[in-house]
């Protein structure tokens, strides 16, 4: 399933899709449900995990969206 919307994290906005399981997979982020996400700060891609990461979350507010999310879905 496929989730989206977005997180102020104090000024910033951040962006997110998600696509997560029902269950828990090998697949997902720290053995979680969440097998993609993305994370956007005004026109930046600021994290991005596909089965594995390709970017990172490195800002504070992207970590801060990131840690929500994560939290959330697992």
């Not at 951040?14 to 997560?20: E, I």
């Not at 097998?35 to 995990?49: C, E, F, M, R």
Request: overall charge negative; proline content about 3%; glycine content about 8%.
């Amino acid at each position: 399933m496929w989730s989206e919307g977005y997180i102020s994290v104090k000024d910033t906005i951040c962006l997110y899709w998600v696509k997560h399981f029902e269950e828990p997979s090998e697949y997902g982020i720290e053995g979680g449900r969440i097998s993609k996400l993305t994370i956007k700060v005004g026109d930046q891609v600021t994290a991005n995990y596909d089965r594995g990461w390709d970017i990172e979350p490195e800002d504070e507010a992207t970590k801060s969206a990131y840690k929500t999310l994560v939290a959330w879905m697992n």
